[in-house]
C-alpha cells in the first residue's frame, strides 16, 4: 500500500509521511512504555509483566533497511547459513556412524525406530500414484516473485534440475492433457539446471534471512509432496493452515503446567540428509531425493548441500513439521510420557514430562532447542505468536520498521489498541491513551472507523469510517496463454468438471479423454476464449446444459459444444 488513495470519489491522496515523524514517535513510544511499566511493576503482577514484555519485546524485529547496512547483513546471513551447514556435515557423519544412549537408557536406535513407525503410519511406505503439484508465486531461478508469476512459469522455457526433469515428464506432461497440449504446441519446453540461486531477504535491522530460488519445475514437483503432506499430517490433528491449536495447547499449558511449548533455532536449515533417509521409507526418501535441489550457487561459487532442502523448497515445511512430530511422539514413547503433542513447523507443543530432555535429544539429531523461545517450568508459555502468562494473553506488538506512510502509522495505532483492550480487558492507562489520542490526530478525521484492528486502510474507533485508503491497483502484462493454463492445468481439475456436463458419469473413459485431449488443445490454441474463469466457466456449464448451437459464443466454444453433444449422445 505504498502508493493509496481515499475511496469513494478515487481521488489521490499523498500518504507519505514527514521524514521526521518517525524517529518521533518512536521515542515518544519508549518513553510513554518505560514510564507505564515503572508504575505497573507497583500494581497487579499480571498487568506488570504485560507491560515489562512489552517494554522489552516490542521493538525486537525493527529493520530499517539501508543501502549502507545491505552487504553487512547479507554478508552476516550466509555466514550463519555456513554455520549450518558445517553442522549439517557434522551430523550427517554422527547419525551414519555413531549411536548414543540417553538418560534413562534411551538409545538413538529405539528413538529412531520409533520415528519410523510414526512416520510410516502418517504417509504410509510408498508415494501415491498421483502427486500432482502446483505452482505459486514465488520466485523461481527464472521467474520474478510477482502477481502473475503462475502465468509466467506455464509458458516458456521452464528451469529443472536433470534429477527432476525425468520425474516431471513421466507423472505430470504425459498425465495431463493440458501440460501435453502445451509441450507439443511449443507453449512450454524444459531447460536443465545445476541448482538453485541462495538470495537474502531482510530479518532485522542487523542480519538478512536466506533463502533459495529454486527451478520452478522443481518446486512444481516439490509442492505436490508437501500438500499430500499436509494432507496426512490433517489425520494426526496437525494441520499446517491453523495456528489456533497450537496457540490454545499454550494457553492451556500456562494454566496447567501440564504442557510444554518448544522453539528450535534455524530448524529447517538443520534438517540433514542422513535424517531423512534414517527416518523416511525409502521409497518416499527417494522420491523427495530426486526432486530437490542439491547444490546452490553463493554469490559465484557452487555449494554442494548437506541439508536436505532449503528455504524455497516446496515441502520444507511440511517435511520438517513431519519430522519434528515424529520426533516428539518418539521421544515421549521412550520415556512413556502420555500427552497432547502437537507441531506447526518447529512450533513443538508436548507434555511436560519429557520437555527437560529435549535439547540433548534434539542436538545429538542435529537441532538447536533455543532456550529463550522454550518454556516447560513456571506460568509462561508461547506458540505460533501467541504469549501467555498464566492463562492472560500477554502477546506484544511490534514496530517492524519505519513508519514512512499514512498506513503504517494506522496500523501501528490499531496494534496499540488491540493489544490494550485485547479480551475485553482494559490496559488503557493514562499516559497510554493519551499517547495514542495524540498521535490519532496525524490520521485525517475521514479515516476513523472500524472495528479490525488489523486493518491498514483506516484507523480502529467506534464509529463507521467514511473513507478508506486504498492501494492503487495496476494492470498486469500476463502472457495470455500461461493464464489460462494456470486455470486449466492445475490438478487438471476443470476438464473433469466439464465432462460430467458434458458426458455424465457413465460415458466410456476414452470418451472422456478424447473430449477432454480435444478440448484443451484447442482452448490453448485460440487465445479469443481466454477471460475470467467464473465467466468461461459459466459459459461453458450453459453450452453444454442447453445443448444447442450457441452462434454469440466463441468459435471454439461452439465446436466444444458440438463434440460433448456427439460423445454425449
Not at 520409533?114 to 508415494?127: C, N
Request: aromatic share 10%.
Amino acid at each position: 500500500m505504498k502508493n493509496a488513495r481515499f475511496t469513494g470519489k478515487r481521488k489521490s491522496y499523498p500518504t507519505r509521511l514527514p521524514t521526521t515523524l518517525n524517529a518521533e514517535f518512536i521515542a515518544d513510544f519508549q518513553s510513554v512504555i518505560d514510564t507505564c511499566t515503572a508504575e505497573a511493576a507497583t500494581l497487579f503482577k499480571d498487568l506488570a509483566f504485560k507491560f515489562k514484555y512489552l517494554q522489552q519485546s516490542w521493538a525486537s524485529k525493527y529493520t530499517e533497511v539501508s543501502r549502507e547496512t545491505a552487504r553487512t547483513r547479507r554478508n552476516a546471513a550466509i555466514e550463519k547459513w555456513l554455520h549450518a551447514e558445517t553442522r549439517n556435515e557434522k551430523t550427517n557423519r554422527r547419525l551414519l556412524l555413531e549411536e548414543t544412549t540417553f538418560r534413562g537408557g534411551v538409545t538413538s536406535q529405539k528413538l529412531k525406530s520409533f520415528a519410523r513407525l510414526v512416520i510410516r503410519q502418517t504417509i504410509g511406505d510408498t508415494p501415491p500414484n498421483d502427486l500432482f503439484g502446483e505452482f505459486t508465486n514465488g520466485a523461481s531461478t527464472r521467474v520474478k516473485r510477482g502477481p502473475d508469476a503462475i502465468a509466467r512459469k506455464f509458458v516458456g522455457e521452464a528451469h529443472v534440475t536433470e534429477e527432476a526433469a525425468d520425474e516431471f515428464i513421466s507423472n505430470v506432461i504425459f498425465k495431463s492433457e493440458a501440460w501435453h497440449a502445451a509441450a507439443n504446441r511449443g507453449d512450454f519446453s524444459l531447460v536443465t539446471q545445476h541448482g538453485s540461486m541462495m538470495f537474502t531477504v531482510p530479518k532485522n535491522s542487523e542480519i538478512d534471512r536466506v533463502a533459495c530460488k529454486e527451478p520452478e519445475i522443481n518446486m512444481f514437483l516439490q509442492r505436490g509432496v508437501g500438500l499430500y503432506l499436509r494432507t496426512a499430517l490433517k489425520k494426526r490433528r496437525i494441520d499446517l493452515q491453523d495456528q489456533t491449536p497450537n496457540q490454545r495447547l499454550a494457553l492451556e499449558g500456562s494454566v496447567t503446567k501440564k504442557l510444554a511449548t518448544l522453539d528450535l533455532s534455524s530448524a529447517s536449515d538443520l534438517i540433514s540428509t542422513q535424517l531423512v533417509y534414517d527416518l523416511l521409507p525409502l521409497d518416499w526418501f527417494l522420491l523427495l531425493d530426486k526432486i530437490r535441489v542439491k547444490r546452490v550457487l553463493i554469490k559465484k561459487d557452487w555449494h554442494e548441500l548437506n541439508m536436505f532442502s532449503s528455504m524455497g523448497n516446496g515441502f520444507t515445511f511440511e517435511l520438517e513439521s513431519l519430522i519434528f512430530y515424529a520426533l516428539t511422539c518418539a521421544i515421549n514413547r521412550a520415556y512413556g510420557v502420555r500427552g497432547r503433542v502437537s507441531v506447526y513447523g518447529d512450533d513443538i507443543i508436548t507434555p511436560n514430562g519429557s520437555a527437560a530432555i529435549f535439547p540433548s535429544i534434539f542436538a545429538w539429531f542435529g537441532f538447536k532447542v533455543n532456550s529463550k523461545k522454550s518454556f516447560w517450568t513456571g506460568n509462561f508459555r508461547e506458540s505460533c505468536g501467541k504469549h501467555y502468562m498464566n492463562g492472560t494473553d500477554v502477546s506484544p506488538f511490534f514496530i517492524r520498521g519505519p513508519l514512512l506512510h499514512l498506513h503504517d502509522l494506522m496500523h501501528q495505532l490499531n496494534l496499540l489498541r488491540d493489544w490494550a483492550t485485547r479480551n475485553g480487558e482494559d490496559f488503557w492507562t493514562p499516559e497510554l491513551y493519551c499517547f495514542w489520542v495524540k498521535w490519532s490526530k496525524r490520521v485525517p478525521r475521514h479515516l476513523h472507523g472500524g472495528k479490525d484492528v488489523q486493518d491498514k486502510s483506516c484507523l480502529s474507533t467506534v464509529c463507521r469510517p467514511r473513507k478508506r485508503l486504498q492501494a492503487e491497483k495496476r494492470v498486469i502484462d500476463a502472457p495470455v496463454k500461461g493464464t489460462y493454463l494456470q486455470w486449466l492445468a492445475t490438478r487438471d481439475k476443470v476438464p473433469n468438471k466439464v465432462l460430467r456436463y458434458a458426458c455424465g458419469d457413465d460415458a466410456p473413459t476414452l470418451v472422456k479423454r478424447v473430449v477432454a485431449f480435444d478440448w484443451a488443445e484447442n482452448a490453448i490454441s485460440n487465445e479469443s476464449l481466454i477471460t475470467s474463469e467464473p465467466e468461461l466457466e459459466l459459459a461453458q456449464f450453459r453450452a453444454v446444459k442447453n445443448r444447442t448451437w450457441d452462434r454469440s459464443l466463441p468459435a471454439n466454444l461452439c465446436w466444444f459444444q458440438e463434440l460433448c453433444c456427439e460423445a454425449g449422445s
